[in-house]
């Protein structure tokens, strides 16, 4: 995923998810002195084989014979109890990191300006929240058992090893610098790999849900082979990716085996020996080979754990790259209460994308508390783009808005847009009830009451009565069990409770036939009651009685006037006038 944000190094990335683990610091400490219990019975079990051998098979030692199953059990004991704190307590941090880490997402993304959401896309933004959160905890987990619990018990065998023969230890000790270069050089190619297998993981989940959402469009069009090829790419890639990073895991754990099995030839060549022989008793001896046998294992997941660390580290990557994207811009200090609606353009200059040209140019127009401006224009003229700027979904280039005679960038944000409500062409409608759409984002609770007489000035009631559920009706995801009229209708209802002084509608109708149009002129005109109002309207009723009406083309505007003034100019708007409006 592309970001501008500076990509942070291994070191950076440690220490940042470590103040994630750092309130649970006491869980830590009691997960790391199991761990170094742990250990310590690795070590004990292999020490154990130099009393079994030396003490009751070659000196038939009897006190040693009968207290050898005691020891065993009690080291089993001991070191089940410790794997059981282990376990648990890591597994409980983690799953607290996974819960604060989603949550610091999910506060970011809600927060994130519109320009993150134009340039990202959501199944990219769902992979991070749900397969990169989980890959960095279990690397974590899995990193942190790893090298400490497996680090210990390498070191406690090793210092047993050394105190039997210290020669022989030196021989094992040779190859560890061997296996560490090898290591190393690993971690750059897994690193990369999981990198590009999380970014393939956000294309697999980007496709699907575009074909889980345009389910209709992916039907009516034919486009499945065309989809199944395109799914099929980036199902193919991760596959490919996953395959070279197990490939990389398959070569790289019997290589590290061999050399370690080398070493061990070595020292049984050297133990056997004459002059060795003598030195060691056949206890120490196997007791010594016991450790090395017992060190292959924690040594192996030692190597092991660099890929799944590294996958950890790129997926820590890939969400503070999230969590260090700016909110947005909110520096305003100056609260509102109730405005009266009063809106101001000044020369507002616009443009989404630098290198672009300008999208708007020089906009300046007022409406006063109550009047109706209405814009009309070619799509692609700048319609959308002006009106949302006054909720400052984006940052004028230069120029001024202001409301009430403040500026915009002066207001909290929250009570600028508290004077606003919105309602555009694309209805947006929750998984919900009915009743909890018309009422969304109340703060306060609102009674049923309220929801109805909303429902009833929006021309809503009449539909909603007749459902067997009423109010309490679910609606679907983004109201799909509801025609397009009634969620319009249900949008109304819901900037009616909302009672906002400035009102802006942005092709409300558009999408909707006459019939269902002439329900909802009647339930606009009530919403637009004394309200200042922005309306980019196809309906030529709403034009016709807005106080002004500005002409827009290519982002200037080129005409404005009232209805009967444009007419009689003859000039941009009668044309539009007798191209758009005429002949409904
Ligand atoms: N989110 C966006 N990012 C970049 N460019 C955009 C974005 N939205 C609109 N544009 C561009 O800005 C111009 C004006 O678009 P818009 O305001 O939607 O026009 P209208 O509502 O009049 O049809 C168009 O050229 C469009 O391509
Ligand atoms: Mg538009």
């Known amino acids: 995923m592309s970001s501008n944000v500076q990509t942070m190094n291994a070191k950076q990335l440690y220490r940042r998810l470590l103040t994630y683990v750092r309130p649970y610091w006491f869980a830590f400490m009691a997960a790391i002195i199991a761990m170094v219990v742990y250990a310590a019975t690795e070590a004990g079990l292999a020490a154990l084989m130099k009393p079994l051998l030396d003490g009751s098979f070659v000196e038939k030692d009897s006190d040693i014979i009968r207290l050898i199953p005691l020891f065993l059990i009690s080291l089993f004991i001991v070191r089940g109890t410790a794997n059981f704190f282990t376990t648990y307590g890591l597994g409980w941090i983690a799953r607290n990191v996974i819960m604060n880490l989603r949550t610091e997402m999910f506060e970011r993304l809600i927060t994130l300006p519109s320009s993150f959401y134009d340039q990202h896309n959501s199944g990219q933004l769902m992979s991070k929240l749900i397969y990169d959160v989980e890959q960095v905890a279990n690397a974590a987990t899995d990193a942190i058992l790893t090298l400490i619990r497996d680090s210990l018990t390498i070191v406690a065998l090793l210092a047993w090893m050394i105190y039997i023969s210290g020669t022989l230890a ?16 690993l971690s750059t190619r897994f690193r990369k790999l999981s990198k590009i297998i999380q970014d393939s993981m956000g294309d697999v989940s980007h496709i699907s849900t575009e074909i889980i959402d345009g389910q209709r469009e992916v039907k009516t069009f034919g486009a499945q082979t065309y989809e199944l090829k395109r799914f ?5 890639r ?11 895991e398959a070569i790289s754990q019997p290589i590290i085996q061999l050399i370690t099995v080398i070493g061990l030839s070595v ?6 020996l004459p002059e060795m022989l003598e030195a060691i008793t056949p206890g120490s001896f196997i007791s010594f080979v016991t450790a090395m046998f017992m060190i ?37 200090t100056t609260t509102m209460g109730r405005a009266r609606g009063e ?6 200059n616009f443009t989404y994308d630098a290198d672009k040209g300008r999208v708007l140019e020089e906009i300046s127009f007022d409406a006063k508390p109550g009047q109706t401006i209405a814009f009309v224009g070619h799509s692609g003229s700048g319609k959308t783009t002006l009106v949302s700027l006054l909720a400052r979904f984006y940052n004028l280039s230069s120029g001024q808005i202001t409301v009430d005679g403040i500026n915009i960038n002066e207001l909290k944000l929250t009570d600028l847009r508290r004077q606003m409500s919105l309602v555009n062409q694309q209805i947006v409608l929750f998984n919900d009830s009915i009743a909890n759409n018309i009422a969304y984002g109340h703060a306060k609770h609102v009674s049923n009451e309220q929801i109805i007489a909303a429902a009833k000035a929006a021309h809503a009631w009449d539909f909603i009565e007749r459902l067997p559920e009423g109010l309490a009706t679910k609606v679907g995801q983004n109201g799909v069990l509801l025609s397009g009229g009634q969620r319009q209708r249900i949008a109304i209802a819901r900037a009616l409770l909302r009672d906002a002084p400035i009102l802006i509608l942005d092709e409300a109708t558009a999408s909707l036939d006459t019939e269902a149009e002439r329900h909802i002129q009647a339930a606009l005109e009530a919403l637009m009651k004394k309200r200042t109002t922005l309306v980019i309207a196809h309906r030529l009723s709403t034009i016709e009685k807005a106080d002004q009406i500005i002409v827009m083309h290519a982002g200037q505007i080129i005409e404005t006037g009232t ?4 007419l009689e100019k003859g000039q941009h708007y009668a044309e539009l006038y007798r191209l758009q409006f005429q002949e409904k």
């Open 238 to 248: 991760n596959r490919r990716q996953r395959m070279k990073k197990l490939a990389t």
């Open 267 to 272: 020292v049984i060549y050297l133990a056997t």
């Open 563 to 566: 209805h009967s003034e444009l």
């Open 343 to 348: 809106i101001s353009y000044k020369q507002v």
């Open 232 to 236: 099929d790419k980036v199902n193919q």
């Open 296 to 332: 292959l294992t924690p040594l192996k997941r030692l190597t092991k754990v660099n890929a799944k660390l590294q996958g950890g580290i790129a997926a820590a990557d890939s969400i503070f790259t999230l969590l260090d994207q700016k909110p947005e811009l909110d520096e305003g």
């Open 170 to 185: 030196l021989i094992i000790l040779l190859t560890v610098p061997l296996i560490s270069i090898i290591v190393f050089k």
